[in-house]
C-alpha cells in the first residue's frame, strides 16, 4: 500500500498518547449513544403508533379525510361499504371497527381495553390464537384478548374468564398475539363486527374503516379517485403508515423533542471530539514538523490526519451502536413495553452525524498542521 507506512505512524501516534484516545473514542461513543437512543425510541414510538394498520394487515384502507392515526377513527356511513363493493378494481371489502371501553375486571376494578371489531363473515384481519379455536369467536359474549405487553393489565385472564364490558357480560374464548404491540399501554380485545357495536356506544354510523384488496396494483389508482369522489380518503398500508409517522413527527412534540435531543447529541460529541482532537494535534506539532523536515509532502499528512480521525470516529460509532444495543435489549427484556428500536435509518443517520464529527476534526486539524515550518519547530 502507497501509504501504509505514513499511515501506521499515524496509527501509533494516536494510540500512544492513551488518555487523548479514551477522551476521543468516549466524546463519540457517547454522542452515538444518545443519538441512536433518541432516534430508536421515536423509531419505536412511529411502529406502535401504526399497531393497529400493521396487525390487521389489509392492503388499502378508506377513511374520513381528517383521520391522522388508526385509533381516532372517524365513523364512515354504511352506503359507504356497499358502494365501495361495487366499485371498479376491487376484489372485496369489509368493515372494521375500532373503539375503546372500561371493562370491569373480576377483582372489581376498572381498565381501559381497545375493541377491534372483526366482519362477521371473513373475520378478515383476526390475530394469529396461541390458545382456543377461532370459531369461538361466534359464541355467545365472545371475545379475543391479546397477550402483549399490556396483558398483566387485565389479570392475566384465561380462556373462560369473564368480565363485564359497559354492563355487558364478555368472556375470554382465545388468547392470541399480535406483531405490534400499542402505542398507548391499554390492552386490546377483538371480537365480531356485529357485538362490537352492540356493546359500545356509538354514532348513527359505526364502520370506523373500509378494508379492501384492489384486484391489481394497477386498479389502486382507479380506486382511490372513485372514493375521493364520494368525499373519501383511499390509502394503501404504507400511505396510511407515512400518514401517522408525518402526524406524529409534524403535529405532536415528539418529533421536535427527538430532533432536539439529536441535535444536542450531535453538538456534545463534535465539542468533545473536536476539541480533544485538536488539542491533540497542537501537543504533537512537534512530531509533524519533523515528519516534513525529513521529506514527507503535504497530502501525505493530510491523508495520516484524516485516517487518525477516521478511525477514532469509526471506531467510536462501533462502540456506541454496541452500548445502545446492549442497553435496549436488556431493557426490552426487563421492561416489555419498552418502545425503542434500532432501524437502518436510525444506523444511518448516526453514522452521517459521526462522518461530520471526523470531517470537521479532521478540517480543524489539517489546517494546523500545514500551517507549520519545520524551521519553527527546530528553532523552539
Known sequence: MKYAGILRIG?????????????????????????????????????????????????????????????TSIPLPDYLLDAVRSMDGVSYAVPLFVGSAQARLVSGTYQSVNVIGLDNNSLFGRPELQQGNIQDIYADNAFLVVKDAEFSKLENPKIGTSFELNDHRAVIVGVARVTSNGLNGIPTLYTTYSRAIEYLPTTRFTISYVLLQAKNDAAIAGIKQQVARLGYLALTRNEFNARTADYYTYKTGIGTNILLMTVISFIVGLSISGQTFYTFILENLDKFGALKAIGVKAHELVYMILFMATFTALTGYGLGIGLVTLMITIARYRLPGYAAMITFWNLELAFGMVVLIAGISSYLAVRKVLKIEPFDIFRG
Do not use: C, E
Not at 432516534?39 to 390487521?56: D, H, K, P, Q
Open 11 to 71: 496509527f501509533k501516534l494516536l494510540v500512544n498518547d492513551r488518555a487523548k484516545f479514551t477522551a476521543l473514542l468516549i466524546g463519540i461513543t457517547f454522542a452515538v449513544f444518545l443519538m441512536v437512543q433518541m432516534t430508536a425510541m421515536f423509531a419505536g414510538i412511529l411502529n406502535r403508533a401504526y399497531s393497529t394498520v400493521t396487525n390487521i394487515g389489509a392492503p388499502m384502507w378508506i377513511m374520513d379525510p381528517a383521520v391522522n392515526t388508526p385509533t
